[in-house]
């Protein structure tokens, strides 16, 4: 094939696959496996992005995963990620150190569009990690939370320990937000609640019919809190769902996220209920 | 082809073509044998051809045979689809240095040699054409392919000999080709001499053939004859009465969907291998995965994209697991996606009854017949 070696010219690939860099300028780490990372771009460029949407991060090296954006959308021009130590291109993002360089690429995907629950109730539904790709949408409602009705965070984790955000949750509460939280095991000195968080929908104070209600977390926890919140009164499509697949590309070009018909990484990770419900229902989609 | 007048070639003639194509510029690839099998590769003359061969194709199954006549195009696709040439299986997006702190990254850049295909059937036609719509009509394109795409030109073939495991006549894809090529040949049955009715279907196309006709000389070249049109429309028609099997695509979208906890995967997967050939010769398959390969000492690296399978349990991993770890659920999700969602994500059915997947399934699975148990179970 090369040896008629008419080459119409080399042009570069545009920049869709390719990272842009940033630094890590900021760490910390939240609970034993799980930490928080601020990143500053080296071009000086600011990325802009909506609560929900989510980065291809890079480990120089290493690889390339999807992390949802856990910081407030305005930062000034920092972006921040919540990344749970578990593989391979996590576990070398856990062990980057301040000044180092990641790749970046996006953003990418739905947003919450929080702002389309004004002047009802907002509830926020999160199982373990699920509460970090709904902080910003939280911040947002804070922002401007004269123009919200009652908001209401419900965060089922683990265990006492993988409390995400302690400190935040009880600042909330005092920003007008009530904050049940639940875990599945619980310690000796653990006086709080233990069960599903799907549980505490019940006697969380909202007005489902004027509710939009944001779900995320395990795949089996948000199946079983959306049937519940649809259950209490609140609309399927007022119901939006956070979906989790493999993702390679992150603008549905490498058919991994493939959920039946939708490509999580541009349909999603974002979607309404009703667009989902039934496929939630079959095992291994 | 009615209204096309059109042009006929003799063996000198198709010379000349290929002659030509490489004159302005292309590599010319096209069918040879290798190995017992019909592969492509660049030829720079009709006696690469595959002269007289013929093969016998069923599932699990693939063997040529010698037709006893003369024909150069009297067999139908190998294992490879032209996929690989536009999409390679192994792509470099970018490379990176560590130097100290810092990172710098390079983004690759696209090899795009300028490549006439020649031979190119019906169903691997309209391949092309759907990888058209998922790769390049995109939101965000893949601009690898959209430059080598327009770097190609197409010379189809009819197909005059459709396999034991052909069904392009059920996914209305076959076997004339109707769309999409910049000449399309047809190789005219047993006369005196041997001859090949040529059309063309672009600006392109047409160009390349009146200077072919220009510069034609002695009667390698003629003008089509109004028998030589007859007798084209007559190979296309035979062939279209000879699919070796079918598939009913009515209401196939629904019917899949429907039946996402039917019995009939887990049989399938009780046969299934899981070795991931139906995805590899699958002309329109383009899932991809990346690659970081570094050095010893992690200061260089390189990304490399590279054809994956959902047959594979790393497909679907998600910290912790993988979504589908069953056989099962990953041969529903390949022909679900093949036959089902791909209408919805695309317009069209991401099969064109090629019959690979059949062919080179080491079980010999057959999705026409495991869409047939499901839907015998609707009735």
Known sequence: MQRLAERQGVQPVVAAMVPRLFRLVHRRQDTADTFTIQLKPTDGRPLGFIPGQFTMLSAFGVGEVPISFSGAAHLGGLLQHTVRDVGAVTHALARASVGELLGLRGPYGTGWDVADGRDGDVVFVAGGIGLAPLRPAVLEVLSHRQRYGRVVVLYGTRSPPDLLFADELKRWEGQGVEVLVTVDHGTPSWTGRVGRVADLIARAGFDPGSTLALVCGPEIMTRFTAAALVERGVHPDRVRVYLERNMRCGVGLCGHCQYRELFVCVDGPVLPYARVADLLGVREL | ?379
């Open chain 2, 1 to 379: 082809m009615d209204d096309i007048r059109g042009t006929v070639l003799l063996l000198p003639g198709l010379q000349s073509l290929i002659d030509l194509l490489r004159a302005r510029g292309w590599a010319v690839v096209g069918p040879t044998v290798r190995d017992g099998v019909v592969v492509h590769a660049e030829i720079e003359s009709v006696d690469q051809l595959p002269r007289g061969v013929g093969d016998l194709q069923d599932g699990g199954s693939y063997r040529l045979r010698h037709r006893g006549d003369e024909k150069l195009f009297g067999y139908v696709g190998g294992p490879q689809g032209w996929k690989s040439l536009l999409f390679p299986s192994r792509e470099l997006m970018w490379s990176g240095r560590r130097v100290g702190t810092e990172v710098e990254v390079e983004p690759a850049v696209v090899d795009a040699p300028r490549l006439a295909l020649f031979g190119v059937r019906s169903c691997d036609l309209h391949a092309i054409g759907i990888h058209d719509q998922v790769l390049a009509k995109r939101a965000v394109p893949d601009p690898a392919y959209v430059t080598r795409r327009e770097a190609t030109f197409i010379v189809a073939v009819t197909c005059s000999d459709p396999g034991g495991t052909c069904f392009c006549v059920s996914m209305g894809t076959g076997p004339v080709p109707d769309r999409g090529f910049d000449l399309a040949l047809t190789e005219l049955p047993d006369q005196d001499v041997h001859r090949f009715l040529v059309v063309p279907g672009s600006d392109r196309g047409e160009e390349v053939l009146e200077e072919l006709t220009t510069r034609a000389e002695g009667d390698e070249v003629l003008n089509a004859a109004r028998a030589d049109r007859a007798a084209a429309r007559e190979v296309g028609a035979a062939a279209a009465q000879r699919m070796g099997r079918s598939l009913n695509t009515d209401g196939l979208r629904d019917l899949l969907y429907a039946n996402a906890a039917h019995p009939q995967w887990d049989d399938v997967a009780s046969r299934c291998l899981a070795c991931t050939n139906c995805t590899l010769v699958c002309p329109t398959c383009f899932c991809t995965s990346v690659d970081d390969v570094s050095d010893l000492t992690g200061s260089t690296t390189a990304r490399w994209r590279v054809w994956d399978s959902c047959f594979t349990n790393d497909f679907s991993y998600l910290h912790g697991g993988s979504v589908r770890p069953s056989v099962s659920s990953r041969y529903r999700q390949w022909a679900t996606h093949k036959l089902a969602s791909w209408v919805d994500q695309f317009g069209t059915s991401g099969c064109v009854g090629c019959g690979r997947c059949i062919t080179w399934c080491p079980a010999a699975i057959d999705i026409t017949a495991e869409v047939a148990a499901i839907r015998s179970g609707e009735d």
